[in-house]
Structures are given as structure tokens and as C-alpha cells.
């Protein structure tokens, strides 16, 4: 018995190039830049230093902190912020409930801050506070925040030991 032969198949060379030679070509472009840009991620996004955590004492422990303006009810302790890799600043305060004139409470804290070397800052965010105060700290420079209006209704104090922070 004879078995048939198939007749030989003639296979055209693919041209070089192409569709896989052009995938393979950006995601040897893509992968590096976007490693790239994620390590650029990780040095601005620092969080916390341990220069930062050390001006939580001098913050958590600023007089300030400690004055209840009359007509008003404050949180019980200071809160101090954790200060870890999703801070990029250190940060002191409490809470303050407003039975009074919001008015009062910020002429109050700008009168003690003033007494006590805070000086005028102009705001830095599109919602600024109702005050904003800034005076020298360990070598940069720590922010007062008072809001009376709003979610953050407080006293807080905030501080950066890369640089300013603004309010």
C-alpha cells in the first residue's frame, strides 16, 4: 500500500515589523517611564520624616492648644496627627463647639496668638481658614489654623520640617 505524500507547503517569510515587534517596542518604552514615574511618586509623596515627628511635642504642647475662648466648648485633649507616610507634616489640635459669635473666638485667638510672636500668613488653599497665623519653629515655620465654620471647626497648628506648609 502506498501512503500519498502531501506536496510540500510553501510558507512566506513574515515581514519584520510588524503588530508583535510594535507592542513589544512600547512596552519597552511605557514600563521603564511609568517605573519611573512611580519612583517620582515616592519622593514627593515622603510622608512623614522623623524631623517631622519631632516637632509633634513643641506643636501637641503650644499654649494655644490649651485656651478655651468663653461661649465656647472644646474637645477634651489636643489631638496629635499620626504623622506617618500618608502626612507630609506634622499636626496638633482640637475641636471647638461654638455657642458664641464665630467672630469672638477668631479675635480671641488672634489677640493670643499675637501676644505670643504669630504674625499674619496669607492663606495658601482655595478654602482658606477663618485665620491664619505663622511664627518660627525649630528651624521652619509652624502654621495656627482656626475655622469656625465648616467640618474642621478647631484650633490646629501645623508644621513641616522640609519647609512651609501654609494654611
Not at 461654638?98 to 473666638?105: D, K
Not at 484650633?155 to 501645623?158: I, T
Given at each position: 500500500?502506498?501512503i500519498p505524500?502531501?506536496?510540500?507547503?510553501?510558507?512566506?517569510?513574515?515581514?519584520?515589523?510588524?503588530?508583535k515587534t510594535?507592542?513589544?517596542?512600547?512596552l519597552?518604552?511605557v514600563?521603564?517611564?511609568?517605573?519611573?514615574g512611580?519612583a517620582g511618586?515616592?519622593?514627593?509623596s515622603r510622608?512623614?520624616?522623623?524631623?517631622?515627628?519631632?516637632?509633634?511635642?513643641p506643636?501637641a504642647?503650644d499654649?494655644?492648644?490649651?485656651?478655651v475662648?468663653?461661649g465656647?466648648?472644646?474637645?477634651?485633649s489636643?489631638?496629635?496627627?499620626?504623622?506617618d507616610?500618608?502626612?507630609?507634616?506634622a499636626?496638633?489640635g482640637r475641636?471647638?463647639d461654638?455657642?458664641?459669635?464665630?467672630?469672638?473666638?477668631v479675635?480671641?485667638?488672634a489677640?493670643e496668638?499675637?501676644?505670643r510672636?504669630?504674625?499674619?500668613?496669607?492663606?495658601?488653599?482655595?478654602?482658606?481658614p477663618?485665620?491664619?497665623l505663622s511664627?518660627p519653629?525649630?528651624g521652619t515655620?509652624?502654621?495656627?489654623?482656626?475655622?469656625?465654620?465648616?467640618p474642621?471647626?478647631g484650633?490646629?497648628?501645623?508644621a513641616?520640617?522640609?519647609?512651609p506648609?501654609?494654611?
Open positions: 500500500m502506498t505524500v502531501a506536496p510540500p507547503v510553501q510558507v512566506e517569510p513574515r515581514p519584520r515589523g510588524g503588530r510594535a507592542i513589544v517596542v512600547v519597552a518604552v514600563v521603564p517611564l511609568g517605573a519611573v512611580l511618586v515616592a519622593v514627593f510622608g512623614c520624616s522623623e524631623a517631622d515627628r519631632a516637632l509633634l511635642a506643636l504642647s499654649p494655644l492648644l490649651a485656651l475662648p468663653a465656647t466648648t472644646a474637645e477634651a489636643v489631638r496629635v496627627g499620626p504623622c507616610e500618608d502626612e507630609e507634616h499636626w496638633a475641636s471647638l461654638f455657642h458664641g459669635s464665630g467672630a469672638a473666638v479675635d480671641f485667638y489677640a496668638a499675637a501676644s510672636g504669630w504674625t499674619p500668613s496669607p492663606s495658601t488653599t482655595d478654602d482658606p477663618d485665620l491664619c511664627r519653629l525649630d515655620t509652624a502654621y495656627l489654623r482656626v475655622e469656625v465654620d465648616g474642621d471647626e484650633v490646629s497648628l501645623y513641616d520640617a522640609d519647609g506648609v501654609g494654611c
